[in-house]
């Protein structure tokens, strides 16, 4: 982490702990809305540090949102224009590869563990977030052995893989149009 972002408080941090919001969605779209504003307001200065706001952001979202009725789809649209207005944070910020490939973990994780699923839809953005061929590459080279299995098996079989969507995104972005199409 960079000697910036460990000491930049985050003023969104404490109200995204896991269950916060109880079952009320209308609070939580308002904690996202300051949530995103205030990630934006930093990431016109500051956008590696926006970024790594982005990220933690993402992470906290799933785990406070787990109690709240969904069923009308607001927390849903509110969830997805978040994402929408912080993937080109993420993506645009100039941050070394190693930072980007930590954010990525990051984020891979939190996506792993959004059982919902809230920010479902991450995945679609993979290719942009790894911001290089190189790094995009990596991810499909890491992610395509589990999509096949999953793939061959649903012939048989319902089989679902969290990262599917990563992995045909990150391929896209590396220019592995032939291995898309087989």
């Known amino acids: 982490m960079s ?93 070394d590869p190693k930072v980007r490939r930590k954010w990525l973990e990051q984020l891979y994780q939190a996506h792993a563990d959004d059982q919902i699923p809230y920010i479902e839809c991450l995945g679609d953005y993979w290719g942009e977030l790894c911001n290089s061929p190189e790094i995009s590459a990596e991810w499909a080279d890491r992610l395509v052995e589990t999509v096949d299995t999953v793939w061959s098996r649903s012939k048989v079989e319902h089989g679902y893989y969290h990262g599917t969507s990563m992995c045909l995104s990150a391929m896209l972005a590396a220019g592995q149009h032939t291995q898309l199409l087989t």
């Open 3 to 95: 000697k910036t972002a460990s000491k930049h408080v985050w003023a969104f941090g404490p109200r995204f702990r896991s269950g916060s919001f109880g079952w009320r969605s209308e609070p939580a779209i308002t904690r996202i809305k300051e949530a995103v504003s205030e990630i934006k307001a930093v990431a016109r200065k500051e956008p590696v540090l926006a970024a790594e706001g982005a990220v933690l952001f993402l992470q906290k979202l799933s785990p406070a949102l787990q109690n709240i009725d969904s069923s009308s789809g607001a927390i849903g649209t509110a969830v997805n224009r978040a994402i929408d207005a912080l993937v080109p944070i993420v993506a645009k910020a100039p941050a």
